[in-house]
């Protein structure tokens, strides 16, 4: 964690005696009287102001120095001194010596800007005056240079592009002002949106007045926001609201147990996914930032509000939601919201009594200090303006359901059937909601109300390196556990999960002590987590096992609370609850469990009795160590956690019979508690039994085996170790079984069930390459389907550890799911084993492509590739390319919807002219124009083996197929042409009928949607019958 530093000594030595200045202070009257001037006030109170900048945040510290630009207080060079500092409190104390050098009236105008920027109560400790702030240039004099405009605008402008920061840059882009390099630059995950905004303002003034010129229009184009004024009572509320949440999410709750760390301090932008079925490609992926959740893309249904966030655990869905507050409360996104309610699940399941729509806001939010009713028929008057938020909707109790229906916002019901109602937009309709969920507590009824889906894919490769930076302010330690993390696979892969990464950024020393081969699994590192914890808590040098054995007792507490809150679908814990399971505070201050925090006045009181897991998986981890150590779990346990959950009535969540019969006390008695597990086991939430169960395998994997063994003293864990590889063994078999034969002469395909993924990563965590064989030997298909499947690198790397055991090579279907540049490292010991790899539409750029050809090169097998709707460019196809020369096994080639532009498609041509092997290409939907399509024309002319090219959806013209005449007639392997959706007119028709007079080879040229009356196509067809429309 970085320390800031505090004020240094110096900034109390004034120009002033300090104690009398003090003693003017405190008397309103001599202070009215001290007749200071702005530069004598802020060098009498340099301390102070530098305690309020230095505190404040990186974003009100850039808002002033936007003013101090804009009203010309700061030249370049001076902001970008500023700037610089390493500390918010260095950077203050240099602002403040900047301002002072430049006379009275800048003092002034800087206090102008503070008073602007700062809540009143905030700068309450200060002697301030009133200054008028600088006098409005006339606009018809005001300068016409649009890049001096920028300057001037600055703090206008940054608010403007907030968010809006992409689509400028595909402008200024298209026109030509801004390199590809450029746009990726600006939009480094490492900035804010605010950051993004500045550094796209600033380069845009670098580039003169044109492009500056297009952003100004853009921005007068583009209405703002608009909201009616509110009253004093709203507004209260709203100040009320607003400093509630910023303070509730400012910091990340689960580094509360061992450090506080603000939410600024560390949050890296997640891969957001969106789906745009409206595309006409089809079934097209984009990439959104948290900003553009609202926007138009992915709208799968306009009557309904709810924008769903799915991702699987820990992969960022809450501090998603806590970035979002935090933009709201501090006005730097989300400002078209009046108010924002946000609520976790989690504790929603607590509230006891009926509520009404009312008391859920007021008294589980925010209370409005006056006039309630007044802001409460604001609130059900202006439904637009508000948002709610709705986190980790998977933790419910109760599954979700529409039969009980319930609109009216004063009468009470249960919480649930409050939210339930406020989902189907019963209550509260037109309103924003947002919602946080792990895939599989979502149903095909909740989806009926769903407006949108928005996947959330955790961290890029960049942002994996964002974060590490962030976490380590020394740069030679991020370097450090960077260039570890790089060079060690199977941790790189876990590290694009953000919990993952952040346990890994904490443990680094003894993860680099283990060496990276050791780490290798989910479980490996959950158990440095907890070696880290024990670490600092004993604050000893013993050995890690010595530590471990230490505290047994402890472990065993919170492994007892985490299991029974585990079957009974319970995550936070009351002080009864920790009594029961014997929790102590010394167990408490080992930094597993943190406060439960929460709005709710009614639990305010109670606010310091209720404890939560640091994260869910931890308290799944502990969970799995009871299992694996305690002498009270039997077969029927471990059966229970295993048993497949594929068919069965209840899919994740709890009935309330269950509930009821089977209070969270009961679990306490000691009466038969292996059947009443079972029975609760068979009903609590999937997917956090899962995790479990993953974990379970992994500490009775024969590298943990000893070290549980010294836990529990017993050697029962081979029984359990022989049970556990017999389920899954036998779990994988039924999936085979389950496998349709397959018809005459196609291919036996297999569809995998969710399950089967769980399967492979839990043999994974065993590493037991003799189960690993096992598991595949009896696979008999030819094409194994994993599509929509939540695969990313985690699960890469255990698909290769099991699929790498193949006997008989296979096509594998990956597409839809997020592999990414790193899943294709984890996929690579596997790919030996493929006859094909499909990986569309999984954000793989061109350093993924180019590890996925450097290895595709030595497999003889691999005869299609398909890396369709990915973010390739031409230097992605250009490593292909130079893949295909020297290649002569792959047959087919799948590019469509990437960005390999002319400078890739010529690459690519250049290469087929000698090439024996590639059947089909497609460059569907790559900005291939006239250089492009002419190399690839004119490669016709050399191919002797191409026999179907697919060119649909570029900017092919006329001219551009004048080339193909001389191609095509020169070849004599081509069969298939497909050229629809480009700007072909009727002469580009007439040189296609020529071509083919001397071509017998081609069966059909596709050119539908192109530039053509029905009567040019008619006349076409008649000319020649192998053109298809
Ligand atoms: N965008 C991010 N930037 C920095 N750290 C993050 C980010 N997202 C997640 N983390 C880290 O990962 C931890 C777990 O994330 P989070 O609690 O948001 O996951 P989740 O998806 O809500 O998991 P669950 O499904 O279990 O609720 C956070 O506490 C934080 O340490
Ligand atoms: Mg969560």
């Given amino acids: 964690m970085t320390l800031l530093p505090m004020p240094a000594e110096e900034d109390f030595v004034t120009h002033f005696p300090l104690k009398s200045y003090l003693a003017t202070l405190k008397n309103p009257n001599v202070r009215a009287a001290s007749g200071m001037s702005a530069d004598q006030l802020l060098q009498a109170q340099r301390y102070q102001f530098v305690t309020i900048l230095g505190r404040s945040s990186v974003e009100n510290f850039e808002t002033i120095l936007d003013h101090l630009l804009a009203w010309d207080l700061l030249n370049w060079e001076e902001y970008e001194t500023v700037k610089l500092s390493r500390h918010l409190f260095s950077s203050s104390r240099n602002l403040l010596d900047v301002i002072i050098c430049k006379g009275t009236r800048a003092c002034e105008l800087f206090i102008v800007v503070l008073k602007n920027i700062f809540h009143s109560s905030q700068l309450s400790g200060l002697l301030l005056m009133n200054y008028n702030p600088p006098e409005e240039t006339d606009k018809s004099t005001a300068t016409s240079l649009a890049s001096q405009t920028l300057q001037k605008r600055r703090p206008d402008l940054v608010r403007k592009l907030h968010g809006r920061t992409a689509a400028v840059l595909a402008l200024l882009h298209g026109c030509g002002h801004f390199s590809k390099y450029e746009c990726d630059e600006i939009q480094l995950p490492i900035y804010t949106p605010s950051q993004q905004a500045r550094k796209l303002l600033d380069l845009t003034k670098g580039k003169g007045d044109d492009a500056a010129h297009v952003l100004l229009e853009y921005i007068e184009s583009e209405p703002g926001p608009i909201k009616l004024v509110l009253d004093n009572a709203c507004i209260k509320y709203q100040e009320k609201l607003s400093s509630t949440l910023a303070a509730q999410s400012r910091f990340l709750t689960n580094y509360a147990g061992t450090e506080n760390m603000c939410l600024e301090d560390v949050y890296v932008n997640c891969i957001l996914e969106i789906t745009n079925t409206t595309s006409e490609s089809g079934c097209l992926r984009s990439l959104i930032g948290l900003e553009d959740i609202f926007g138009p893309d992915g709208v799968l249904n306009k009557d309904a509000d709810v924008v769903l966030i799915i991702g699987e655990a820990g992969s960022g869905k809450s501090t998603s939601l806590q970035q979002m507050q935090q933009l709201w409360a501090t006005k730097q996104a989300f400002q078209e919201f009046t108010f924002v309610f946000a609520f976790s699940c989690r504790r929603l399941n607590f509230i006891d009594t009926e509520v009404s729509l009312r008391m859920l806001l007021f008294e589980h939010c925010c209370w409005p200090d006056d006039h309630q009713d007044e802001v409460f028929q604001y609130i059900l008057d202006h439904p637009e303006e508000i948002m709610f938020m709705l986190d980790g909707f998977d933790e419910l109790k109760f599954q979700f359901t529409d039969e009980e229906r319930h609109c009216s916002p004063t009468k009470p019901t249960t919480a649930l059937n409050l939210i339930f109602n406020l989902l189907q937009g019963n209550l509260m309709k037109s309103t924003k909601k947002v919602m946080t969920s792990r895939p599989s507590a979502v149903t095909a009824m909740l989806r009926k109300y769903l407006q949108k889906e928005i996947t959330l894919k955790g961290f890029s490769r960049e942002g994996i390196e964002a974060f590490i930076k962030k976490c380590h302010s020394n740069t030679s330690n991020a370097e450090h556990i960077l260039y570890f993390v790089e060079a060690n696979s199977a941790v790189h892969g876990l590290c694009h999960v953000p919990f993952f990464c952040w346990i890994v950024s904490n443990c680094h020393e003894q993860l680099m002590q283990n060496s990276g081969d050791f780490t290798q699994t ?9 070696d880290h914890f024990l670490l600092h808590f004993t604050h000893n040098s013993q050995g890690v096992n010595e530590i471990l054995q230490s505290q047994i007792a402890t472990i065993l ?64 981890f502990f969970a799995a160590l009871y299992i694996t150590i305690s002498d009270n779990v039997g077969e029927s346990t471990l059966y229970s956690l295993f048993k497949s959950r594929e068919k069965g009535t209840s899919s994740c969540m709890m009935s309330a019979a269950c509930i009821e019969s089977f209070p969270f006390s009961c679990l306490q008695s000691n009466v038969e508690p292996e059947r009443r597990r079972k029975t609760m086991l068979q009903e609590a939430e999937k997917s956090n039994l899962q995790i479990t169960a993953n974990f379970v395998s992994g500490l009775l994997s024969g590298r943990h085996r000893n070290l549980i063994q ?320």
């Fill in 522 to 530: 989910m479980t490996d590192i959950y158990l440095l987590i907890l």
């Fill in 557 to 620: 507490h919170l492994s007892k609370l985490a299991m029974d809150g585990l079957i009974s679908c319970n995550y936070v814990f009351s002080a009864a609850h920790l009594q029961e399971a014997q929790i102590s505070k010394e167990d408490i201050s080992l930094g597993f469990l943190v406060h439960s925090h929460s709005f709710s006045r009614a639990w305010t009181a109670n606010k310091n009795k209720n404890y939560e897991f640091l994260h869910i998986t931890i308290q799944c």
């Fill in 710 to 1029: 010294k836990f529990s003293g017993i050697p029962k864990q081979s029984k359990k170790y022989k049970l556990v590889k017999n389920y899954l063994a036998k779990g994988i078999e039924k999936h085979f079984l389950s496998i349709p034969p397959a018809v005459g002469e196609e291919k036996k395909s297999m569809h995998a069930l969710p399950e089967f993924v769980w399967w492979i990563k839990c043999i994974y965590e065993m590493q037991d390459n003799d189960l690993a064989k096992q598991a595949v030997s009896n696979l008999e298909v030819d094409h194994l389907k994993l599509t929509y499947c939540g695969i990313g690198p985690v699960e890469c790397t255990a698909l290769a550890y099991v699929l790498k055991h193949l006997k008989n090579p296979m096509g594998l279907q990956l597409d839809y799911n997020s592999v990414g540049d790193i899943g294709i490292e984890q996929l690579l010991p596997c790919l030996i084993n493929c006859q094909s790899i499909y990986l569309r539409a999984n954000n793989i750029s061109d350093r993924g492509a180019s590890k996925l050809v450097d290895q595709a090169l030595g497999c003889c097998n691999l005869q299609k590739i398909a890396l369709g709707n990915n973010h390739l460019t031409a230097a992605g196809a250009k490593i292909l390319a130079e893949g295909l020369k020297q290649n002569n096994s792959i047959q087919f080639l799948g590019l469509w919807g990437n960005k390999v532009g002319d400078a890739g498609a010529s690459a690519i041509a250049a290469a087929l002219e000698n090439n024996t092997s590639l059947l089909w290409l497609s460059l569907v939907g790559n900005n291939i124009g006239s250089e492009g399509a002419r190399a690839l024309a004119l490669m016709l002319k050399k191919n002797t083996i191409l026999e179907e090219l697919c060119l649909q959806e570029n900017n092919l013209i006329d001219e551009d197929i004048e080339h193909f005449i001389e191609g095509l007639q020169n070849n004599s392997s081509l069969k298939v042409l497909k050229l629809s959706n480009n700007k072909i007119t009727k002469k580009g028709m007439e040189f296609i009928v020529t071509a083919l007079k001397h071509n017998t080879t081609i069966t059909s040229i596709w050119l539908g949607r192109n530039q053509m009356t029905a009567m040019e196509i008619e006349e076409m067809t008649r000319a020649e019958r192998r053109l298809t429309f």
